[in-house]
């Protein structure tokens, strides 16, 4: 069937909006939560096999806004040094191993993007290491008309989704996806204070993903890192910082998460970041030897929430720390997450 004009112009519109909205990558309200989304080199940060899931929402009060679901796995494995038969040098290096899935809707556009990374951490001494990772993915952006509104379904001047618009519009496109990532951690075996630096590189393909031909790359990300943990007998303290770069888009993001540690090896942890022209988040929680869970809220600093009211997001973590791998090696240095 041919489009009319204005569905021709409705189309082009909701094209070049989703294009727009999605030129920059989920940034994500709870980081450290979502290690995989900032460097793929984090892997290095923890000593868990591990499984997180975070569930966002975002802005639903826009044409029921934005929501993004993430699942990652870990898994680093702990090396003994070469000609270490007696293991007295166990966790010299170490391999890491993740998976990452995020999947953002919004009305009728989707894109999933499922990347798989493997790193490498070297023991330059008995407290410091660094860590390189690759990850390797596909991205996948869709558009279906079954969630666009055409003239057809308004009769009478009300809109009934039921009536058919003959119209068959599913537009999909996919481009594999490369990234990397640099890290330094800190970690003494008995100290009181944890750090790590690291940059990382997302997109360095910039996969072309124009869903209505010609050229429409999506911008290489880079990202900073840095971050401190002072670790007390009843509290902890972690001031983290970043710095993103995608296109002309640049943002600093800081934060500070503090933990009070109960007897039973558990950790009530509150905190607060900032997202510069972006949002003041309040997260709160609770970490447990095994799992943990985490809800954080977003205050709008931005233009946009400055002038419409209702915007709200919320964000929810929940982390399944299946085993401890340094432990079975008789690693003794904690790892930062």
């Given at each position: 069937?041919k489009?009319?004009?204005?569905?021709?112009m409705?189309?082009?519109?909701?094209?070049?909006?989703?294009?727009?909205?999605?030129a920059?990558?989920?940034?994500?309200?709870?980081?450290?939560?979502?290690?995989?989304?900032?460097?793929?080199?984090?892997?290095?940060?923890?000593?868990d096999?591990?499984?997180?899931?975070?569930?966002?929402?975002?802005w639903?009060?826009?044409?029921?806004?934005?929501?993004?679901?993430?699942v990652?796995?870990?898994?680093?494995?702990?090396?003994?040094?070469?000609?270490?038969?007696?293991?007295?040098?166990?966790?010299?290096?170490?391999?890491?191993f993740?998976?990452?899935?995020?999947?953002?809707?919004?009305?009728?556009?989707?894109?999933?993007?499922?990347?798989?990374?493997?790193?490498?951490g070297?023991?330059?001494?008995p407290?410091?290491?660094?860590?390189?990772?690759l990850?390797?993915g596909?991205?996948?952006y869709?558009?279906?008309a079954?969630h666009?509104?055409f003239?057809?379904?308004?009769q009478?001047?009300?809109?009934?989704?039921?009536?058919?618009?003959?119209?068959?519009?599913?537009?999909?496109?996919?481009?594999?996806?490369?990234?990397?990532?640099?890290?330094w951690?800190?970690?003494?075996?008995?100290?009181?204070?944890?750090?790590?630096?690291?940059?990382?590189a997302?997109?360095?393909?910039?996969?072309?993903?124009?869903?209505?031909?010609?050229?429409?790359?999506?911008?290489a990300?880079?990202n900073?890192?840095?971050?401190?943990k002072?670790?007390?007998?009843?509290?902890d303290?972690?001031?983290?910082v970043?710095?993103n770069?995608?296109?002309?888009?640049k943002?600093?993001?800081g934060?500070?998460?503090?933990?009070?540690?109960?007897?039973?090896k558990?950790?009530?942890?509150?905190?607060?970041?900032?997202?510069?022209?972006?949002?003041v988040v309040?997260?709160?929680?609770?970490?447990?030897?095994?799992f943990?869970f985490?809800?954080?809220y977003?205050f709008g600093?931005?233009?946009?929430?400055?002038?419409?009211k209702?915007l709200?997001t919320?964000?929810?973590?929940?982390?399944?720390?299946?085993?401890d791998?340094?432990a079975?090696k008789?690693?003794k240095?904690?790892?930062?997450?």
């Amino acid at each position: 069937m041919k489009y009319t004009a204005k569905i021709r112009m409705c189309l082009l519109s909701v094209l070049l909006l989703a294009g727009m909205a999605q030129a920059q990558d989920t940034r994500f309200s709870q980081p450290l939560n979502n290690q995989l989304a900032l460097n793929p080199a984090m892997m290095g940060l923890t000593n868990d096999l591990r499984i997180g899931l975070t569930y966002r929402n975002q802005w639903a009060s826009i044409d029921k806004g934005y929501s993004t679901y993430a699942v990652s796995l870990l898994c680093p494995i702990f090396l003994n040094a070469k000609g270490d038969t007696l293991k007295k040098e166990a966790g010299k290096s170490r391999l890491d191993f993740g998976i990452n899935v995020t999947d953002d809707k919004s009305g009728g556009f989707n894109r999933i993007n499922a990347t798989i990374s493997v790193g490498y951490g070297l023991k330059l001494d008995p407290s410091n290491s660094l860590h390189v990772a690759l990850n390797f993915g596909y991205i996948n952006y869709q558009l279906d008309a079954l969630h666009q509104t055409f003239d057809e379904q308004y009769q009478l001047g009300a809109y009934d989704a039921n009536n058919p618009n003959n119209e068959s519009l599913n537009l999909n496109k996919g481009a594999p996806d490369v990234g990397l990532g640099f890290m330094w951690h800190y970690s003494p075996e008995a100290g009181k204070i944890q750090a790590f630096a690291g940059i990382s590189a997302f997109h360095v393909n910039q996969p072309n993903l124009s869903l209505i031909g010609g050229r429409g790359t999506l911008p290489a990300r880079f990202n900073f890192q840095a971050g401190v943990k002072a670790i007390g007998k009843k509290m902890d303290f972690t001031p983290v910082v970043f710095y993103n770069i995608q296109g002309p888009f640049k943002q600093f993001s800081g934060g500070l998460l503090m933990a009070y540690k109960f007897e039973q090896k558990g950790k009530l942890v509150i905190g607060s970041w900032f997202k510069e022209k972006d949002a003041v988040v309040v997260q709160a929680g609770y970490e447990h030897k095994y799992f943990y869970f985490t809800y954080s809220y977003d205050f709008g600093i931005s233009k946009l929430a400055r002038t419409t009211k209702g915007l709200m997001t919320h964000e929810v973590g929940l982390g399944f720390k299946i085993m401890d791998m340094g432990a079975k090696k008789g690693i003794k240095n904690p790892g930062f997450l």
